[in-house]
């Protein structure tokens, strides 16, 4: 079964720190890009942090230096650590691939909120 399983949202204040997990099945995510993207409410969806199958990272410019992707092969997890969290972080965040063929939609996303 092909899956992924977003968790480690919360409620934090600006300044705090969350780190998101990504635990997938039915497929390996070290051939994968993969990506976390978020959701704010009246807003598109947007790629937030993308990582490749060599280890590869990007991020979006209003996350470089705040966050971090990462990914534990063993445990076939993506990670999103987020540092210096602002309010306009808060979102719902989602994982998958970058070119969408890991899984054909989108899960229920877990949810970070930052209060000022």
């Known amino acids: 079964q092909v899956q992924l399983v977003e968790s480690g949202g919360g409620l934090v204040q600006a300044g705090g720190s969350l780190r998101l997990s990504c635990a997938a099945s039915g497929r390996i995510v070290s051939a994968y890009m993969m990506g976390w993207y978020r959701q704010a409410p009246g807003k598109q969806r947007e790629l937030v942090a993308s990582i490749t199958g060599g280890g590869t990272t990007n991020y979006a410019d209003s996350v470089k230096g705040r966050f971090t992707i990462s990914r534990d092969n063993a445990k076939n997890t993506v990670y999103l650590q987020m540092n210096s969290l602002k309010p306009e972080d808060t979102a719902v965040y989602y994982c998958?691939?970058?070119?969408?063929?890991?899984?054909?939609?989108w899960g229920q996303g877990t949810q970070v909120t930052v209060s000022s």
């Open positions: 998958n691939d970058v070119l969408h063929i890991f899984l054909p939609g």
